[in-house]
């Protein structure tokens, strides 16, 4: 396993992240052979979010893993929040209540990372500096990002976090070989097709430019929770079958070279990885160790129906 140095605020978190957002059903066993399938695998860095299982993920994996000081130094924690029932909120009071029912779920002092889980056009950036602040100071975060975000949302946040000396360090945004929009449009640049379309503010290269590390969410989707590409020879069967050729090549799966996919590009993105079989995850941590060419790359590109002008 490789590991990420992001920017300059923890330099020790593993490229593969693992979800734990299907883990509320399963049984405290199972959750702690999972996590110890990805610690053992080199993963250290697990994303949570309060809405999770309605809160209870967070709670049954402190649970599954018996959450202490001695286990805790184990793991990087990295929880979201401002979804709510009909609505989102990114209010003061809203982000200080949810910080602290996930550290009451979670058995922890603190939390590596929040986010701010999808954009409220309502929020008050005075606000959320205000909460992030107290946060910080209270040492009950350490570090601060969003999710699903494009870059003026964030320059209009970091404006009111730079008075209090806090940076965005992650953005969390949902990217496979079948959704690449950030992607399609830094490549067509100048051209009236439909890949030229810029929808979301050239956000893969304001991401590197501030040195915000992307996270890519639902890897292994198509379109918005629609199905998993692997194996769908029916829609993607090209797709397919060159993913599985690499497979084969490289001696990993195919759950294994989408990842190295994502891994390959030069923005050092970090994949969040949201299986709940631990033998697939032990195999997944394998593209690691993949270093795909160029030319592989583009050809997984374009094997799923992307074009190049």
């Given at each position: 396993?490789?590991?990420?140095?992001?920017?300059n605020?923890i330099t020790?978190?593993?490229?593969?992240?693992?979800g734990?957002m299907?883990?509320?059903?399963?049984q405290?066993?199972?959750?702690d052979?999972l996590?110890?399938?990805?610690?053992?695998?080199?993963?250290?860095?697990?994303?949570?979010a309060?809405?999770?299982?309605?809160?209870?993920?967070?709670?049954?994996?402190?649970?599954?893993i018996?959450?202490?000081?001695?286990?805790?130094?184990?793991?990087?924690?990295?929880t979201?929040?401002?979804?709510?029932?009909?609505?989102?909120?990114?209010?003061?009071?809203?982000?200080?209540?949810?910080?602290?029912?996930?550290?009451?779920?979670?058995?922890?002092?603190?939390?590596?990372?929040?986010l701010?889980?999808?954009?409220?056009?309502?929020?008050e950036?005075?606000?959320?500096?205000?909460?992030?602040?107290?946060?910080?100071?209270?040492?009950?975060v350490?570090?601060?990002?969003?999710?699903?975000?494009?870059?003026?949302?964030?320059?209009?946040?970091?404006?009111?976090?730079?008075?209090?000396g806090?940076?965005?360090?992650i953005?969390?945004?949902?990217?496979?070989?079948?959704?690449?929009?950030?992607?399609?449009?830094?490549?067509?640049?100048?051209m009236?097709?439909?890949?030229?379309?810029?929808?979301?503010?050239?956000?893969?290269?304001?991401?590197?430019?501030?040195?915000?590390?992307?996270?890519?969410?639902?890897?292994?989707?198509y379109?918005?929770?629609?199905?998993?590409?692997?194996?769908?020879l029916?829609?993607?069967?090209?797709?397919?079958?060159?993913?599985?050729?690499?497979?084969?090549?490289?001696?990993?799966?195919?759950?294994?070279?989408?990842?190295?996919?994502?891994?390959?590009?030069?923005?050092?993105?970090?994949?969040?990885?949201?299986?709940?079989n631990?033998?697939?995850?032990?195999?997944?941590?394998?593209?690691?160790?993949?270093?795909?060419?160029?030319?592989?790359?583009?050809?997984?590109?374009l094997?799923?129906?992307?074009?190049?002008?």
């Open positions: 396993m490789k590991y990420l140095n992001i920017k605020k020790n978190a593993s490229e593969i992240s693992l734990m299907r883990i509320s059903g399963m405290l066993k199972e959750i052979e996590v110890k399938t990805a610690l053992d695998n080199g993963i250290n860095f697990f994303d949570h309060d809405i999770y299982g309605g809160g209870k993920c967070e709670e049954v994996f402190a649970n599954a018996d959450m202490n000081p001695s286990i805790r130094k184990k793991f990087i924690i990295q979201k929040c401002g979804i709510r029932s009909g609505f989102f909120d990114f209010s003061k009071e809203h982000i200080l209540n949810s910080v602290d029912g996930s550290l009451k779920r979670l058995k922890t002092d603190f939390i590596d990372v929040l701010l889980h999808r954009p409220d056009t309502l929020m950036p005075e606000e959320v500096a205000e909460a992030f602040d107290i946060l910080k100071k209270n040492g009950k350490k570090f601060f990002g969003v999710s699903n975000q494009k870059p003026y949302q964030i320059e209009l946040l970091q404006k009111y976090l730079n008075n209090v806090i940076e965005i360090i953005n969390q945004l949902q990217l496979s070989v079948t959704h690449t929009g950030m992607i399609d449009s830094g490549i067509n640049v100048n009236k097709n439909g890949n030229s379309v810029n929808h979301d503010g050239d956000i893969l290269e304001y991401c590197r430019l501030k040195e915000i590390t992307i996270q890519p969410w639902s890897p292994f989707q379109g918005f929770f629609e199905g998993a590409f692997l194996g769908n029916e829609k993607f069967p090209k797709l397919n079958e060159v993913i599985d050729k690499y497979a084969k090549q490289y001696s990993v799966t195919n759950s294994a070279i989408a990842i190295a996919w994502l891994l390959r590009h030069p923005a050092k993105m970090q994949p969040i990885v949201g299986s709940t631990k033998t697939r995850v032990a195999e997944i941590c394998k593209a690691s160790e993949v270093n795909l060419t160029k030319k592989e790359w583009y050809e997984i590109y094997s799923a129906g992307n074009i190049l002008p």
